[in-house]
């Protein structure tokens, strides 16, 4: 009797069921911008039409007009690389142009296309960071360096591992909490309590302005084929605080958007009229020295 009364309860519930629908909030398509300057290289940038949530991939744009400003004067006509990528089953148009760019200078990436908004977007190219030593202790796995920062502050540099000829970052930890992490991955990677584990960290010069910041790192080759000595490198990339914010938020977005419990999070964007973003990086490598 007990358990036909269950049953009876469950099938009830069943009956009761009502389909709630929910009225998403949307807006106008605009123009979105992803662009980055990479010091003494090039400038490059993705364009896409904004959608509303839940409605599928972004449409990527093949004719709009980019220009790149530097002090507000036009210096140059960003052109789609012909090697163009294909994502999602969609073709990705890569906007590209080379320039010398001046470090200290503004520049302005101003994005045209016909039936929306312009939108555009300033940063200024950051200074190479001093990168004093680099070592790989083989025995221990460790790697020590050090990173000689530039009075004032306002510096943010991030860590990379990567080998020679590979363009993917190796896995490494630590335990120095203000080494800043956000790709999430310590939540499911065992590192035997060596610290918080990434294949990038970001270093703000807050407690270091001016002076030699040392640091250690736990090297964990978790993708296979890095063994170090002359096949493992140290990438330490001085970033804007444009590219620093929107990497730091695309990071947490992309490590908890599966999670049903996590708080909506705003890309960050500097692009006035649209949305994006538009910053500089300017980079350092430096072979890793065998211990």
């Known amino acids: 009797m007990k358990n036909l009364i269950l049953i009876l309860a469950a099938f009830s ?10 009225d998403l909030p949307t807006e106008d398509p605009q123009l979105a911008v992803t662009s980055k300057i990479v010091a003494s290289d090039s400038i490059h940038a993705i364009v896409s039409i904004s959608s509303p949530a839940l409605s599928g991939n972004p449409k990527i744009a093949n004719d709009a007009t980019v220009l ?18 294909v994502i999602g089953g969609q073709n990705v148009y890569l ?18 296309k016909t039936n929306y908004e312009t939108v555009e977007g300033s940063c200024i190219v950051p200074r190479a960071p001093i990168v004093e030593t680099a070592e790989y202790f083989a025995a221990t796995k460790k790697i020590k360096g050090s990173i000689v920062d530039r009075p004032g502050k306002g510096h943010i540099y991030k860590i990379e591992v990567q080998m020679k000829n590979d363009f993917y970052g190796r896995g490494f930890s630590s335990t120095d909490l203000t080494m800043e992490f956000y790709e999430g991955f310590s939540e499911f990677i065992e590192v035997d309590n060596e610290g918080t584990y990434g294949t990038r960290a970001f270093l703000r010069d807050e407690l270091f302005d001016g002076k030699t910041r040392n640091f250690e790192l736990n090297y964990h080759d978790f993708n296979g084929g890095g063994t170090g000595g002359d096949s493992l490198f140290l990438k330490i990339t001085a970033v804007s605080l444009d590219q620093y914010e929107f990497e730091k938020t695309v990071d947490l977005g992309a490590f908890s958007g599966e999670n ?32």
């Open 260 to 291: 049903p419990f996590s708080e909506p999070l705003s890309i960050y964007s500097n692009m006035s009229n649209g949305k994006g973003n538009f910053g500089a990086v300017n980079s350092v490598f430096k072979g890793l020295e065998k211990k």
């Open 13 to 22: 519930l069943l009956a009761c069921e009502k389909t709630i629908e929910f």
């Open 95 to 112: 906007y590209t142009a080379q320039y010398p760019f001046v470090l200290g200078k503004t520049y302005t990436l101003k994005v045209s």
């Open 68 to 85: 790149l400003m530097e002090n507000g004067q036009t210096v140059a006509t960003l052109t789609i690389n012909p090697n163009s990528s």
